[in-house]
Nanobody, 114 residues
C-alpha cells in the first residue's frame, strides 16, 4: 500500500487548506485512514480519523475546524482545515490501517503564520 499526501503550504492565521491522501497498491475495502501532525521535538499527534463506514474522530484541538472525508471511488481521504492557527503548524502525515497493518505516507508541511 502506498500513500501519497499533498496540499500543504503556507497560510495566514484564519485561513484554510485542504490536504489529500491517495492510496494505491494492494488496498482492501475495510480500512481506517488517519491524519497525524508532528512538530520538532514532539510526538506525532493524531488529529483526525475516518473508517470506511464513515465514522470520524477528531482531536479536541481541531474539533469544529477540521473535517475529514473520503472519496472511495478515488481511494482518497481529505482533511479540510479551516480557521487555522499558528499552533496547527507542523508536518502532516496520512496513515492507513489495512488488514491490521499500518502504512504511512510522506509528510506534507503546513505552516500557519501569525
Amino acid at each position: 500500500v502506498q500513500l501519497q499526501a499533498s496540499g500543504g503550504g503556507l497560510v495566514q492565521t484564519g485561513g484554510s487548506l485542504r490536504l489529500s491522501c491517495t492510496a494505491s497498491g494492494s488496498i482492501f475495502g475495510s480500512f481506517v485512514m488517519e491524519w497525524y501532525r508532528q512538530v520538532p521535538g514532539a510526538q506525532r499527534e493524531r488529529v483526525a480519523s475516518i473508517s470506511n463506514g464513515g465514522s470520524t474522530g477528531y482531536a479536541d484541538s481541531v474539533k469544529g475546524r477540521f473535517t475529514i472525508s473520503e472519496d472511495n471511488a478515488k481511494n482518497t481521504v481529505y482533511l479540510q482545515m479551516n480557521s487555522l492557527k499558528p499552533e496547527d503548524t507542523g508536518v502532516y502525515y496520512c496513515s492507513r490501517i489495512d488488514r491490521s497493518r499500518r502504512y504511512w505516507g510522506q509528510g506534507t508541511l503546513v505552516t500557519v503564520s501569525s
